[in-house]
């Protein structure tokens, strides 16, 4: 197979978190399981109703915009796009074609923070859904109406990975500013990727456009897939066919839908029935109000992260994709950083943010996936947590102890200090305490003392070894260690 290289443009779809649909005032309820429940005569298209705009979704649309740097025109408008379809009760779809309500703008990817130009994200209507049953088709009217954000990227990503990172990168984005919950699963973000390969020396080749792309391994694997199957046609001495392709995730591959149609054939023009939009009016939108309302975002919390609390790599990627699980982070650090001071506090404060880190991302994290909770219904209080870390550290608590508290603290709540006591985990650190243990050691296992005289490190170990059985893991086995070779030493 000769070598081709990837060009790539994603359009991706997300609907947005509205209490009621783009145009009526019908619910938008993502949940609801009965079919045409949430539907009225302007979502259906009866004749002689008139659509309203939304403005919590237009809001929405200017805030991602703002997010992505992109322009907010003044001038913004909505247009039909013509097509028929049984899911689309008009005949007609309301969006929007040459005045978009975001112009430009980027994103870049984590990581390797390349520069994906985003071409301009717009505001239409979603359409209803087709339920096969045997022989029947059906068609549930709910999500028909429901306010649908597009963003269209230019073609520059030239991988699958880089394509699943966009998509992870704003879904993320989307759920910091609570505009969408995005769930790919739930169909309320839908990816399509505009895939064509040619030679490193040649200009891009045809484009072929994958839909129904619900998951992100789908992303990936479908554009991997149509990768080779594009160069295997090239490789022949054919020609890749400029079209439309579905991805069937049984089978794992891509497969011809329809050719691709053009935009003249959608018979774009201005909705007669909605006004213009008119950004810069102060009446209706508050661009500097909406601006101020932006909150940190993945990215910005991903340096901040990374510069104040040394968080990096799967733990930073850990938490700033779980909001709560960043949230409890910091309200523990705080208390944490309350506790440090004075002159050595640098080191110390280091090392209890390691250990915070550590106990977030891996032990708790790991309890909470084995009970399939959430950070969000954390029984824990961040106040308890640092009091934890802060036992770890000193050494009044062996790790494999903070580990027990850790689990009791996460099912029933709690004091860690009151269940350290009740469960007998205090670990010994205090040298009288110590050193009656290492006597005992030391006369029980004469013939150990002479190895380890002789010079035998492995001799030091077995008897560390059992002043932890004889304490019952309770001794600090640093300490341990150092009492036993004082003592022995003055034999
Ligand atoms: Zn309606």
């Known amino acids: 197979m000769s ?3 990837l060009t790539i443009g994603l359009e991706i779809h997300a609907e947005l978190k509205t209490k009621t649909k783009m145009f009526c005032d019908s619910l938008n309820d993502p949940n609801e399981h009965h079919p045409n429940i949430n539907i009225c005569p302007v979502c259906m298209g009866h004749p ?10 237009v809001e929405c649309v200017v805030r991602v ?32 074609y040459k005045h978009p309500l975001v112009d430009g703008g980027e994103l870049l990817l984590p990581g390797s923070g390349k520069k994906i130009r985003v071409t301009r ?67 309320e973000m839908r990816v399509e990727a505009n895939i064509s390969i040619a030679k490193l020396d040649e200009e891009r080749g045809i484009k072929v456009e994958i839909k129904n792309l619900n998951s992100f391994r789908a992303v990936e694997r479908a554009i991997a897939y149509e990768h080779e199957r594009q160069a295997k046609v090239l490789d022949d001495g054919k020609k890749v066919i400029q079209e439309t392709r579905g991805w069937d995730e049984e089978k794992q591959h891509t497969f011809s839908q329809r050719k691709k149609e053009s935009a003249h054939d959608y018979r774009y023009f201005p909705e007669p029935d909605l006004p213009p939009l008119d950004l810069a009016d102060k009446k209706y939108f508050d661009l500097e109000m909406l601006r101020a309302s932006l909150p940190e975002l993945p990215w910005q919390k991903r340096d901040r992260f990374a510069r104040e609390y040394g968080v990096l790599g ?23 950083m309350e506790w440090v001071d004075g002159d050595n506090g640098q080191a110390r404060r280091e090392n209890l943010i390691k250990l ?16 399939e909770g959430s950070f969000g ?21 062996s790790s494999r102890g903070a580990k027990e508290i850790l689990a009791e603290m996460f099912s029933g709540g709690g004091d860690p200090s009151d269940i350290l006591e009740s469960k007998g985990l205090k670990q010994v650190s205090n040298e009288s305490e110590l050193v009656n243990v290492v006597q005992k050691i030391i006369q029980a296992n004469p013939e150990t003392v002479v190895d380890y005289k002789a010079g035998k490190a492995a001799a030091l170990q077995f008897l560390v070894g059992q002043m932890m059985k004889e304490t019952k893991g309770a001794a600090n086995p640093q300490m341990a260690a150092q009492a036993l070779k004082d003592t022995i030493d003055k034999i």
């Open 3 to 5: 070598e081709y290289k």
């Open 48 to 57: 002689g109703t008139l659509p309203v705009i939304n403005k919590q979704a």
């Open 65 to 96: 915009g703002m997010a992505l740097g992109g322009k907010i025109p003044e001038y913004s408008q909505f247009d039909r796009k013509n097509y028929f379809y049984p899911d689309l009760p008009k005949g007609y779809q309301i969006s929007q």
């Open 121 to 187: 994200v717009h505001l239409e209507e979603d359409t209803g859904r087709l339920v096969h049953e045997g022989n029947d088709s059906l068609v549930d009217f709910n999500r028909a109406g429901v306010p649908l954000m597009e963003l269209v990227t230019e073609p520059d990503i030239s991988s699958a990975a880089e394509a699943r990172a966009f998509a992870e990168e704003l879904q993320l984005l989307l759920r910091y500013l609570d505009v969408s919950e995005a769930d790919m699963e739930k169909g």
């Open 314 to 336: 799967d733990a930073s990627q850990m938490m700033v994709a779980d909001k709560a699980m960043a949230d409890f982070f910091e309200s523990a650090i705080s208390e944490i």
């Open 356 to 371: 915070a880190i550590n106990y977030t991302t891996s032990d708790l994290r790991a309890l909470m996936k084995n009970a």
């Open 377 to 397: 219904d954390l029984r824990i209080t961040p106040e308890n947590f640092a009091e934890l870390i802060k036992m770890a550290a000193l050494g009044e608590v």
